[in-house]
């Protein structure tokens, strides 16, 4: 049974910084490689947003309303990966979720990309609030 779970959620100032971090687990004690990990936010009235993703080689990919001001990271010796937002507006106020998959490949390519469509494990999500 793989779980996820997210840390590190909170308020913070416009213009402040907050790190996430998700912590993958198999609860058998076994090591369970992710290939894809991504990190997802809903915000209040809106839909699924893919934030931010990276492959087991380091590859990053980040959506528009977040590069530039986000950083996502892994330490695979912890089995954690990490998303370091700086410069946080108002707008970024959301409920963030990590996902993994091991797969390396998603619609017959070998890609990791944040769609939400390509990942199978999924944490209970950690609310960040950002004030003006």
């Known amino acids: 049974q793989v779980q996820l779970v997210e840390s590190g959620g909170g308020s913070a100032q416009s213009g402040g910084s907050r790190r996430l971090s998700c912590a993958v687990s198999t609860g058998s004690g076994h090591s369970y490689t992710m290939y894809c990990m991504g990190w997802f936010r809903r915000a209040p009235g809106k839909g699924r947003e893919g934030v931010a993703s990276?492959?087991?080689?380091?590859?990053?990919t980040y959506g528009d309303s977040v590069k530039g001001r986000f950083t996502v990271s892994q330490d695979s010796a912890k089995s954690t990966f990490y998303l370091e937002m700086n410069n946080l507006k108002p707008e970024d106020t959301a409920m963030y979720f990590c996902?993994?998959?091991?797969?390396?490949?998603?619609?017959?390519?070998?890609?990791?990309?944040?769609?939400?469509?390509?990942?199978?494990?999924w944490g209970q999500g950690t609310q960040v609030t950002v004030s003006s």
């Open positions: 996902a993994a998959d091991p797969a390396p490949y998603y619609g017959g390519t070998k890609n990791c990309s944040p769609d939400s469509k390509r990942f199978s494990y």
């Open positions: 990276i492959d087991s080689d380091g590859k990053t």
